[in-house]
C-alpha cells in the first residue's frame, strides 16, 4: 500500500542574523533567500520548496523578529506574523553563538501558542563563540514541554545535522496534495528575484554605509531576440540624494561592480540571456512611505 504523502508551510523565524535564509537554501539546494552580512536583509515572506518521497515542504523564511518601533520594522514583523498563522509547522532558529537576550525572549513569548506545532533549530553549533547549553537552558524555561526529539543542534552553513531536522518536519507534517508542482523550489517571480538579487550584491558592498536605506525597483523588463534574450532596466533607491554617489563609486566603480555580480548570478539562474541596465536614484524617506512600504515588502 502506497504511504500518504504529507505537505505543509513551515514559517522560519527567529532574530535577525540567526541564519534562516542559509537554512531555507541548504533545504531547497538552491538559492531562494539572499544572504548579506547586514541584519534583517530578509524584508518579505520568501518561500522555499522541498519535494521529497515522503511529500512537500515549503518553508517560509520570514524577516528577523526585531524589537522597533520604527515602521519598517513594523511591518517586517507583521510579515513574520501572518507567516506563524498561515502555517501548519513553525520552526524557531536561534543562534548558539548569541546569549540570549529581551529580544529572544519577546519571541519565545510570541511563539508560545504554537508550542504544539514548534521544532526548534540551535545553529551557528560550529561556531567558536557557541554556547548550546546556555541555549537549551533558555528553551527549557520558555518551552518547558518541548520535547527532546523537536531540538536540533545544527550548522546551516556547513550543511550538518539538517537531515534529522527535515525528518522530523515531514513527520510532524498533516497528510496532503502537494501546493506546488514537483520540479519547483520557490514561486517567486522573475521579477521579484531579480530586485532580491540585485539588492543583495548591493548590501554586501555598501552594507557599512547604508545596509537599510536602499531597495531595488524593476522600472521595466522585455523579452527580445524572440524570447532569447531577457532586458531588464532597474533602479536602486537611496534615501537621500548625498548617498547615491556612495552608490555609483568614483568613475562608477561601485554600479559597476553590483551590475557585474548581479549579472553572472543572475545568468546561473535562469535560461535567458540577460542584459541589465541599472541606475540610481533617490526616493526621500522612503522607509517612512506606506506606500513604498507596501510595495516593497507585500510584493512576494
Known amino acids: 500500500m502506497e504511504k500518504a504523502r504529507k505537505a505543509a508551510f ?18 531547497c539546494g538552491e538559492k531562494v533567500a539572499i544572504v548579506s552580512a547586514a541584519p534583517q536583509t530578509t524584508r518579505n515572506a520568501i518561500r522555499g520548496i522541498v519535494n521529497r518521497e515522503e511529500g512537500q515542504l515549503v518553508f ?16 517586517l514583523r507583521e ?11 513553525v520552526l524557531y532558529v536561534l543562534d548558539a553563538s548569541r546569549a540570549p537576550a529581551e529580544e529572544e525572549e519577546k519571541i519565545a513569548r510570541d511563539l508560545a501558542g504554537s508550542s504544539k506545532n ?13 554556547d548550546c547549553a546556555k541555549t537549551e537552558e533558555f528553551l527549557k524555561r520558555f518551552f518547558p514541554n518541548l520535547s527532546e526529539d523537536r531540538r536540533f ?5 556547513k550543511n550538518d545535522g539538517l537531515e534529522p531536522l527535515l ?26 528575484r531579480i530586485a532580491e538579487i540585485i539588492r543583495e550584491k548591493a548590501m554586501n558592498r555598501l552594507w557599512d554605509e547604508l545596509p537599510h536605506a536602499i531597495y531595488v525597483d524593476i522600472a521595466d523588463m522585455e523579452l527580445k531576440e524572440n524570447g532569447a534574450k531577457l532586458w ?13 554617489g556612495m552608490i555609483v563609486g568614483k568613475g562608477g566603480e561601485m554600479i559597476r561592480s553590483i551590475r557585474l555580480a548581479a549579472l553572472k548570478e543572475m545568468k546561473r ?13 533617490a526616493s526621500p524617506d522612503w522607509r517612512h512611505n506606506d506606500g513604498v512600504l507596501s510595495r516593497i515588502i507585500d510584493q512576494a
Request: glycine letters at 4%; aromatic letters at 8%.
Open 10 to 27: 513551515v514559517a522560519v523565524v527567529g532574530r535577525p542574523s540567526v541564519g534562516k535564509s542559509t537554512l531555507v537554501n541548504r533545504f
Open 167 to 192: 525528518t522530523t518536519l515531514f513527520a510532524m507534517s498533516p497528510e496532503g496534495e502537494a501546493f506546488y508542482p514537483e520540479e519547483c523550489y520557490t514561486d517567486q517571480d522573475v521579477k521579484f
Open 79 to 89: 510579515v513574520s506574523d501572518r507567516s506563524v498563522a498561515d502555517s501548519e509547522l
Open 232 to 244: 531588464v532596466r532597474a533602479f536602486i533607491i537611496a534615501e537621500r540624494e548625498s548617498q547615491k
Open 60 to 75: 517560509v523564511d520570514t524577516p528577523g523578529r526585531h524589537i522597533s518601533d520604527k515602521k519598517l520594522n513594523r511591518k
Open 118 to 130: 514548534l521544532v526548534v533549530a540551535i545553529n551557528k553549533m560550529d561556531s567558536p563563540e557557541a
Open 269 to 281: 539562474i535562469f535560461d535567458w540571456k540577460i542584459e541589465l541596465d541599472l541606475r540610481v536614484k
Open 153 to 157: 543542534k545544527i550548522s546551516a552553513l
